[in-house]
């Protein structure tokens, strides 16, 4: 029927596209595919496979002769005839295989190793191993292979690096964006990435068994918030549907953990996804992590305290020491750790002396210390970024900060025996800041005051200032909000400096990143045109002389390369022209 013919063409068409599209490699391994399909092999099979066994065990706890079985992915073989000796890549490590067709193949029937093996598995393929252990001659450890079980069938080959005679390696999978775009291939052929991120497991651990002994509850608040509050930041903006009321992915939690301590709880601590709609670089990324804590009945100096004793126990408890190299320096997290107001700190790294500056006094300062300043940045943020382009880069020891101007802290208590500065501290390792604490306004009315000079800088310009006022926050600490002391822990870059990492994007699984270009198939007639364009204007009837190409075969080829992005087709007294994108 003329329905059969048609699917008959759009399946061939199909196939035809798919074999352009894939490499050789690819196209070979599909046929392998259909060929265990053939011999009655499921080449993904949905029976559990009862793995009992782990290579860095068996490494540790070797017993000879010992039955094992074990899954992974197979990472390299030497065939040999009618033995091969084979790696395997479970989760925890790797083990030596000894294949044997004898052993494999008890009975006459020798295709499993002979076909199976040998020609049908690829290098990638997981696959699940029955056998028993023994030890070379050369003393390596290995499983002697009774049966294999093929458990997923890799039709992709994997950028495995590969080392000559001199043992150089070469074709290594290094390459930054590959490695944070295809973070699973990352994982598989980059065994230190792995060991990475099971340590920052190890950290947030650490973290939460700290807080949990001293009874602070974990607890989890809106990531979806009516008001972006608790930090000085641009939003990312969504919609709630049902609602029909705009939503903001949040900034901070900070102020409704501060609602619980109002609530009546002594301390919460949450690790919270948070979103910034700012700049990506090596340090940020628009989806971060942070742990934050609020306790009540205490102060900063009670924080710092704290912060020192916890971040000691998290180098220990992800490094087993206190010391740790991080880049040229050796970073010891011992605690006590000092502290350094921050109008001595930019005086003791500019010379100059800040504390007393109006406005106008600061940003002239600023463009004489070469700090970047514009007419929106009000008081606190051109302090700000002095420090941050003076200061920061010295603290290379965990150094605490403290005693910030009011214009930098919105949400901090005022300083108790000092006018204008607030009981506030960071603490900075590395060059970096990777905690943030306060004792907390409690003060509903200053707070609300606070509030409204943020939203002055809002209207002046200030992008990062507050352009809300959170009046149910307001009205939580006219309930009566005890003193409160809080920390924002940045769990990104606290696992940077504790695994010895300079870019964020090596401690985040899935980091952000520019949309993927997608690769142009062009036909022939299609990359005839471009090689006779030029990034210059050409004129076009000069670049349709020169393709050969029919009027209706070259309207078709423009047609499709305007449609691709990639020319400009435009017209000038009366001429057209014709140029690359």
């Given at each position: ?105 008890d009975s006459d029937d020798k295709s499993k190793y002979n076909e199976v093996y040998k020609k ?217 750790y000092p502290r350094i107001p921050i109008f001595d700190a930019i005086k003791k790294f500019s ?231």
């Amino acid at each position: 029927s003329s329905i059969f013919i048609q699917l008959k063409v759009y399946l061939c068409i199909q196939f035809v596209k798919l074999i352009m599209e894939l490499s050789e490699q690819e196209l070979v391994r599909r046929e392998k595919l259909n060929r265990l399909i053939e011999l009655g092999i499921d080449p993904y099979p949905a029976a559990l496979f009862a793995v009992k066994d782990y290579s860095r065990e068996i490494h540790n706890n070797f017993s000879d002769g010992k039955s094992v079985t074990v899954a992974g992915r197979l990472m390299s073989r030497r065939i040999q005839g009618n033995a091969s000796f084979a790696e395997l890549q479970d989760s925890r490590g790797k083990i030596q295989l000894y294949f044997n067709r004898d052993e494999i193949c008890d009975s006459d029937d020798k295709s499993k190793y002979n076909e199976v093996y040998k020609k049908l598995l690829d290098i990638g393929d997981i696959i699940g191993i029955e056998g028993k252990l023994f030890k070379t001659k050369v003393g390596e450890k290995t499983i002697m292979v009774k049966d294999f079980t093929i458990l997923s069938k890799s039709l992709r080959p994997l950028p495995l690096p590969k080392e000559d005679n001199e043992g150089n390696t070469y074709d290594e999978f290094n390459d930054p964006e590959l490695r944070y775009r295809q973070r699973y291939v990352d994982l598989i052929v980059n065994p230190s990435v792995k060991e990475t991120f099971i340590k920052r497991t190890a950290i947030t651990n650490s973290i939460r068994s700290f807080l949990n002994e001293r009874g602070y509850l974990e607890v989890e608040t809106p990531i979806l918030q009516p008001i972006p509050g608790g930090a000085t930041a641009r939003p990312f903006l969504t919609h709630h549907n049902a609602l029909n009321i705009p939503l903001y992915l949040r900034i901070a939690n900070e102020l409704y953990l501060k609602r619980l301590i109002v609530g009546g709880f002594d301390g919460v601590y949450e690790f919270a996804k948070d979103f910034r709609n700012e700049g990506m670089d090596r340090t940020h990324n628009p989806e971060f992590t942070i742990m934050e804590l609020y306790v009540s009945y205490k102060d900063y100096n009670w924080m710092m305290e704290l912060t020192e004793n916890l971040i000691e126990k998290v180098a220990i408890d992800s490094s087993g020491k206190n010391k740790i190299d991080v880049g040229n320096n050796e970073i010891d997290f011992k605690a006590p750790y000092p502290r350094i107001p921050i109008f001595d700190a930019i005086k003791k790294f500019s010379g100059i002396d800040i504390s007393e500056m109006d406005e106008s006094k600061l940003r002239e300062t600023a463009r004489k210390l070469n700090v970047e300043v514009d007419e929106t940045m009000g008081k606190g943020k051109i302090i700000d970024s002095i420090f941050g382009d003076i200061c920061e880069p010295n603290f290379i020891q965990p150094t605490f900060v403290i005693d910030y101007p009011t214009e930098m802290s919105p949400l901090t208590k005022k300083h108790r025996f000092k006018p204008n500065l607030t009981e506030r501290f960071e603490l900075f390792v590395n060059g970096k800041e990777i905690a943030n604490a306060y004792s907390e306004l409690n003060d509903p009315i200053d707070q609300k005051n606070r509030f409204e000079e943020q939203l002055k800088l809002s209207k002046k310009g200030d992008l990062e200032a507050g352009e809300f006022i959170d009046y149910d926050f307001l009205r939580s600490l006219e309930y009566g909000m005890p003193p409160t002391s809080g920390i924002g822990i940045g769990i990104d870059r606290l696992v940077m400096l504790m695994t010895n990492n300079s870019s964020i994007q090596e401690v985040l699984f899935f980091p952000q990143m520019k949309p993927e270009k997608k690769k142009l198939s062009l036909n022939e007639n299609e990359l005839k045109v471009m090689d006779f364009i030029h990034k210059e204007r050409s004129e076009i009837n000069n670049i349709k002389q020169n393709s050969g190409l029919s009027n209706k075969t070259w309207d078709k080829t423009i047609k499709s390369l305007r449609k691709l992005n990639l020319i400009t087709v435009e017209k000038i007294n009366e001429i057209v022209y014709i140029s690359k994108k």
